[in-house]
């Protein structure tokens, strides 16, 4: 970062007082925020004059951080929870939420350099496949411990009100994948039990993922057994985050990938469609990175989103969702696997979290402008 933190302008509790290549981060009170935001006995915001980010090369580095005693508040995964379990000065709030968040495998329609594979990333029915090799339930099991949620639309599981209770439902199911690649022309196998077409090419393309996230490398592994069952070769790769990124956000008529897993979190319950994923020009359309819509059902979600996007009746905007959802999950270009259930840990000296009963992973637990330290 070239620019100096004092030149960074922002409106909140906090500035920007320095900044590290690696994400570490130190925020300092901003004076002025105080001025006009104060709490009930008149006291200016925030409380804390200095809140430290620190950097970690993975999550298991973020939970031996916590529990270290270097950092003061955690979001740990599932398969962390036991970790926190009982630990002296540690307060945890377990699975109290459902997460604004999901992970998900997209596939690459950009990829001009391989005509086989652009024509199966680009049909639907190819996707449908995907998503019925996808086991959704096994990754809840193994890799969330129970403590999370399959995911079949383009709403987070914090959003209940909006997911709809009509959008196609592409569960685990090998026997009807193996019947729609039949129909895009692989349907016989080879000695390895790999499924060709009639000039011989084997099924296969690269499915990539940030190295370091556990869980997202196991989504991946429990992804490629699932399709290995139907006789669909994924060969699975962990890669750099920015590496990964740059790939992902890449344009042009031949990106560098097959498929990625990943994730996005976020959103809103006002209208809880990201404006940079749904849209045809959004530097998340991750599927399809060539400018402008190539189908007829991305028009459609294009619409969709604008319309439903500028409505006031939360009635029909809630219409107009679910017609988004349903259209998207038919086509699955975006093919969503699970997300984790909210958990949050503090040191016991931490304070200022909100009320159970308010909490949930779209308000979450806690402002920083609102966090004190007791000493």
């Not at 070239?2 to 300092?28: C, H, I, N, W, Y």
């Not at 004059?49 to 270290?68: G, I, K, P, Y």
């Not at 049909?123 to 990754?139: G, I, K, N, P, V």
Request: aromatic letters at 10%; charged letters at 20%; proline letters at 6%.
């Amino acid at each position: 970062m070239s620019a100096s933190p004092s030149s960074v302008v922002g409106s909140g509790p906090f500035k920007l007082a320095s900044l590290t290549p690696d994400g570490a981060a130190v925020l300092e009170r901003n004076p002025f925020y105080g001025e006009w935001a104060v709490d009930p006995a008149g006291q200016p915001l925030p409380y804390l004059d200095r809140v430290e980010l620190v950097a970690v090369a993975s999550t298991d580095a973020q939970l031996s951080a916590f529990l270290a005693g270097r950092t003061d508040l955690f979001s740990p995964a599932p398969t962390q929870l036991a970790a926190l379990r009982g630990a002296a000065d540690v307060v945890l709030r377990e699975n109290y939420s459902g997460q604004a968040s999901s992970s998900w495998i997209v596939w690459n329609w950009n990829r001009a350099s391989d005509p086989e594979k652009q024509r199966l990333f680009r049909s639907s029915a190819f996707r449908q496949a995907m998503s019925h090799l996808t086991d959704r339930e096994r990754m809840v099991r193994e890799v969330l411990g129970g403590a999370g949620d399959a995911v079949y639309t383009n709403v987070y599981p914090v959003f209940a009100e909006w997911i709809s209770p009509t959008a196609p439902r592409f569960a685990f199911n090998v026997a009807e994948a193996r019947r729609l690649l039949a129909e895009l022309g692989y349907d016989r196998t080879n000695a390895e039990g790999l499924l060709v077409n009639s000039a011989g090419r084997v099924l296969e393309f690269d499915l990539i993922t940030n190295a370091g996230n556990a869980a997202r490398e196991n989504y991946a592994r429990i992804f490629a057994e699932g399709a290995r069952q139907a006789g669909v070769k994924v060969n699975v790769q962990a890669t750099d985050f920015n590496v990964l990124a740059n790939r992902l956000g890449s344009s042009g008529e031949d990106r560098p990938f097959d498929a990625i897993l990943l994730g996005l979190s976020g959103g809103s319950n006002i209208w809880p469609f990201g404006p940079n994923v749904v849209p045809c020009g959004g530097n998340l359309h991750a599927h399809n990175r060539s400018g402008g819509c190539l189908t007829d059902w991305e028009r459609e979600l294009d619409r969709l989103f604008r319309e439903g996007n500028a409505e006031p009746d939360r009635t029909r905007r809630l219409a107009l969702g679910r017609q988004l959802q349903d259209l998207e999950a038919q086509h699955q270009p975006f093919v969503y696997l699970v997300a984790p259930r909210a958990s949050a840990a503090w040191r016991s000296r931490v304070r200022g979290e909100y009320p159970s009963a308010i909490a949930d992973a779209d308000v979450v637990t806690r402002e920083l402008g609102l966090t004190w330290v007791q000493d």
